[in-house]
């Protein structure tokens, strides 16, 4: 009992941190910082639906994108004549943000009942799919989306209560802070689903799916639970990204985005909520780090083709799924700490 | 009428490179029980390998066998890193592991080949016409090398003792190990064998549909999908799996913009419909396990 509130007194100081953080910052880093923030609420769910359900979504980033789609289109209306026209068009931006996660929660639950009762990874295929078919959707109904020109534009800002968010300076700020409160909140409902009945009913699941069957659990009922939680958070993600510029273009969500959550997820440690976090720090700056290094002419003496900025992206977090597989399956940063506590006891 | 049989032509040919991508999945899943993800990029490799050497003036014949031979070996590597550390490796771990394989390809693919579609002439120019329908040679061979290869492998795991030796590791490895089997060899030899049908329906595809480096990732959900008819382990059913998927989305592309205009967008759209409606089917029958 203790345990849990030193841990919950921890969580809430590093969320107001965080959220402090947000007005700190440099300002040409506040986007970064938003950008992990994102991710970090993506990666928590995918970690949980990993770890607890040893199933893998492929599709997580066209749950973002289903997302973003949403909540920028409920705001400037449904009518792509009306847009240009009539201000009034459309619900307001927080509502609509609201309404983002519902919807791809419930993509997500029509499309995870029949498959996620199957063993054989069905839903890992069928999410990319998924995936694609979005991009192609985006692309091909442009004069519903924006497509690629125009893009989608959102003139109207996301405001609460006075507080505007998104776009630049003090606004930005607000927005950083929003989404690094609901990493926070999204981390306290991760451990309590972890610590709760419904928790260790997840950890037997993990641990033995026949077992746990065998003692009464409806296993494809929670791994169902967790896939809808894991494109809800993805999908409110996504809402919050679609306010950050006010701004959407197909190119925004390619396929390696949905290849990224999982490799936060997988650096983090499958199942570990705080290392879903502390992974989408990580590789969002390694990222960051590669498209400069990838953008520059030379490198080490080579001159760097232009293809250089993709072949980077693709093949260093390819190279890290790969490793941290193979050598340390339970994550990097669950090994860290493993490797940190056991040299502490050695001293 | 003549178009719906030109489209059901085309949609054979396309499919019979589906069949053979899905018959790789249910060989490697039915042995090791490992879904693999690089399939798709054996298949890409076949071809954008089978295009560097023709481009170099290699006879077609020669460049295909040697994009083969080496897509092959490629695949027995895939094959020792998918199956990973015993004990530590899971079968989610694996498909990680091959979806790693699958990008790390495509990175070096756009370093090699660039980020354009690559394509190489057809066997022969020249397409036969059986009433006002447009047959070309292509389309033949495709089938037929995929129909033989099926076949063959039928045969291989249902009467020879080497398919008994494969197909009785992923019902236990351990009284497979103590019969001196191991998960490893097993793996090597079925990456090795799928590597190969993959690269073979991957570059006969190619004069057909020009691939990109990122095309692996469609041919992968396609040959899933056809792989998941039988439920990933009957290959003669991903054989039936893989031309449906191929007839489906010609009928898309052709009839499809009754629906809507940007029908050719959504071929995908309609391999993934077909695969959850008869895995929605199936999965009534099967136990949750």
Do not use: C
């Amino acid at each position: 009992m203790r345990l849990a509130a030193t841990r919950l007194a921890a969580t809430l100081a590093a969320g107001a941190g965080a959220v402090w953080l947000a007005y700190r910052l440099d300002p040409n880093d506040v986007p970064i910082y938003m950008n992990m923030g994102l991710a970090a609420l993506v990666a928590i769910g995918l970690s949980l639906l990993m770890g607890f359900a040893g199933q893998i979504s492929l599709g997580q980033g066209a749950f973002y994108a289903l997302g973003a789609y949403t909540a920028a289109i409920l705001t400037v209306g449904l009518d792509p004549d009306e847009r240009l026209i009539n201000p009034d068009a459309g619900i307001p931006p927080w509502a609509a943000v609201l309404v983002a996660p519902v919807l791809t929660a419930l993509v997500a639950a029509a499309v995870g009942v029949p498959l996620l009762r199957l063993r054989g990874h069905y839903l890992a295929f069928a999410t990319l799919a998924l995936h694609l078919i979005l991009i192609a959707a985006l692309f091909a109904e442009d004069g519903f989306t924006g497509g690629q020109d125009p893009g989608l534009i959102i003139a109207k800002p996301l405001e609460v209560a006075g507080f505007a968010m998104g776009g630049v300076g003090d606004a930005a700020r607000n927005l950083a802070a929003v989404i690094w409160g609901l990493v926070t909140v999204a981390l306290l409902v991760g451990v309590n689903l972890v610590r709760s009945r419904a928790g260790r009913a997840l950890r037997a699941i993990a641990t033995s799916e026949a077992a746990a069957a065998a003692a009464g659990i409806n296993v494809a009922a929670y791994k169902l639970r967790l896939f809808v939680l894991a494109a809800g958070l993805a999908g409110l993600a996504g809402g919050l990204f679609a306010f950050r510029l006010g701004f959407l273009s197909p190119d925004a969500f390619p396929v390696i985005i949905s290849i990224e959550f999982v490799v936060i997820v997988v650096v983090g440690g499958l199942g570990s909520v705080y290392g879903a976090v502390l992974g989408a720090i990580a590789i969002v700056w390694l990222q960051d780090r590669l498209q400069q290094l990838g953008t520059r002419e030379q490198l080490l003496g080579f001159d760097l083709p232009v293809q250089a900025p993709g072949v980077f992206r693709i093949g260093v977090f390819a190279l890290i799924l790969i490793v941290v597989m193979l050598f340390l399956p339970r994550g990097v940063l669950p090994a860290l700490g493993d490797g940190l506590r056991r040299a502490r006891r050695g001293r | 009428m003549t178009e719906l049989v030109q489209l059901v032509v085309i949609g054979l040919s396309t499919g019979s490179a589906f069949a053979l991508v899905g018959i790789s999945f249910a060989l490697i899943f039915r042995t090791t029980n490992i879904v693999n993800f690089a399939q798709g990029a054996f298949a890409v490799l076949g071809g954008q390998l089978t295009v560097w050497l023709v481009d170099k003036e290699w006879p077609t014949a020669a460049a295909a066998i040697v994009a083969v031979l080496l897509v092959t070996a490629i695949g027995a590597l895939v094959g020792l890193v998918a199956v990973g550390i015993r004990g530590l490796t899971t079968p989610l771990a694996s498909l990680v592991i091959t979806l790693g394989v699958a990008f790390v390809f495509q990175a070096l693919q756009l370093l090699a080949f660039g980020d354009r579609p690559h394509t190489y002439p057809a066997v022969s120019g020249r397409a036969w016409t059986v009433h006002g329908v447009v047959v070309q040679p292509q389309y033949v061979l495709i089938a037929s090398v995929t129909v033989v290869a099926a076949l063959l492998l039928t045969l291989v795991l249902r009467r020879t003792i080497i398919g008994y030796a494969l197909v009785a590791t992923s019902d236990s490895v351990r009284a497979a190990e103590l019969v001196g089997l191991s998960l490893r060899s097993v793996a090597v030899v079925t990456f090795a064998v799928s590597a190969l049908l993959s690269a073979v329906g991957g570059l006969l595809l190619t004069p057909i549909q020009p691939v990109n480096y990122d095309s692996d990732v469609g041919i992968a959900i396609n040959g899933f999908a056809a792989a998941a008819f039988g439920g990933l382990v009957s290959i003669r059913l991903a054989f039936v799996g893989g031309l449906v998927l191929g007839v489906a989305q010609q009928l898309v592309v052709g009839y499809g913009d009754v629906i809507t205009p940007q029908a050719r967008q959504y071929e995908l759209a309609a391999a993934l419909v077909i695969m959850l409606v008869l895995i929605g089917w199936r999965s009534r029958k099967e136990t949750v396990t």
